[in-house]
């Protein structure tokens, strides 16, 4: 759900993880038979064909239009939208809204939330999993040091990563009743070994490289793996501090 396109292919190959981990978020959706659901943030539609597969009827939405073109070709049957959560419309209200792994890809997070409430009936269901607070805190000041240490650049931060207690006031503002909320650890290991570290950046950390001059990559690059080996390399591979923040509450 970020403003620049996605490497579809690089996703699914690469980081299944993503997807792997919300299967768990739609036992909890636990959707029903001729439902209208929503899946914000949807990416190549893996977790949108689950969801399907339990009898409801499925909209994915994603702001990426690699990621939608994807989406499509995997499962054309599924109804597919590129668009911005907090500006989409619908003719009919929704029973449920899913989402994983995209609202940390929003500061607008109010925005997020009246758009949230606006789309759900009354009573309708929302389960989502996004970041938390302290996702990946290791790997972001590794790479701030670094760019600060050789650059003297300070990125931008990407992501809103909110704590449990946060996020749970902004959808009860907003018109939802908070029915569980959990903050957990989730360390990821991720694939292709050595490499892997900067395959997840490609993927996701993009935006925190992107003032860094295309001649100076390699060099900042190694420096962020350097910095982070002797905390984040084991037994061969990389292995990131995820913290989830996972959701479940009703529209009033």
Known sequence: MTTGDWDAALYDAKHAFVFAYGSSLVELLAPRSGELILDVGCG?????????????????????????EAARQHYPTLEWHVGDIRTFSYPQPFDAVFSNAALHWIPDAEGVAKALARLLKPGGRLALEMGGRGNVATLQAAVEAVLQEHLAITPTNPWYFPALGEYAALLETHGFEVQA????????????????????????????LGAVPTERREEILTAIEEKLRPVLFKEGRWELDYRRLRVLARRL
């Open 44 to 68: 190549t539609g893996h977790l949108t064909a689950t969801i399907a597969h339990c009898g409801a009827q499925v909209v994915g939405l994603d702001l990426s239009p690699a990621m939608i």
């Open 181 to 208: 909320a959990w903050l957990f650890e989730r360390p990821t290991a991720l694939e292709e070994g050595e490499r892997g570290l900067r395959l997840w950046l490609e993927m996701f950390g993009s935006p925190l």
